[in-house]
C-alpha cells in the first residue's frame, strides 16, 4: 500500500522559503505522478503542482508559477517543493498525492486524479 509523509511546513515570515519533502513508500515511486495541493480554511482543496515519474515535465498554479518549484529524487522515492517568496496567501495544509499514470492521460491538476494522499503539513506565512 502506498504511504506518503509530508514534511518541512512551519511558521514563517512573508518573503521567507520553506521546502516541503514528500516522502514515498510501498510501491515503484520512479512510475508514479506526484502532485501538491493545497486548502486554505474556509477553502476547497486547490492544485499547487505536479510532475511526471521522470520529472521532465512540471505544471505549477499560476498563483505559485515563479516562485515554487518541485522536483523529484527516484533514489530516495522523494518529491520536493521549494516555496520562495512566501507570501501569506499562501498559507494552507499542504498535500502530497500520488498516482499512477501517463502524464498525458492524467488532468494533474484535479485532485479526484490523484489515489493516494499524506496527512498533510501545515504551512503559515505571517508577520
Known amino acids: 500500500q502506498v504511504q506518503l509523509v509530508e514534511s518541512g511546513g512551519g511558521l514563517v515570515q512573508p518573503g521567507d522559503s520553506l521546502r516541503l519533502s514528500c516522502g514515498f513508500s510501498g510501491g515503484t515511486f520512479s512510475i508514479y505522478v506526484m502532485g501538491w495541493f493545497r486548502q486554505a480554511p474556509g477553502k476547497q482543496r486547490e492544485f499547487v503542482a505536479a510532475i511526471n515519474f521522470s520529472g521532465e515535465n512540471t505544471q505549477y498554479a499560476d498563483s505559485v508559477k515563479g516562485r515554487f518549484t518541485l522536483s523529484r529524487d527516484n533514489a530516495k522515492n522523494t518529491v520536493f517543493l521549494q516555496m520562495n517568496s512566501l507570501k501569506p496567501e499562501d498559507t494552507a495544509v499542504y498535500y502530497c498525492?500520488?498516482?499512477?499514470?501517463?502524464?498525458?492521460?492524467?488532468?494533474?491538476?484535479?485532485?479526484?486524479?490523484?489515489?493516494?494522499w499524506g496527512q498533510g503539513t501545515q504551512v503559515t506565512v505571517s508577520s
Open positions: 498525492a500520488a498516482e499512477l499514470s501517463r502524464w498525458s492521460r492524467m488532468e494533474v491538476v484535479a485532485d479526484t486524479a490523484y489515489g493516494y
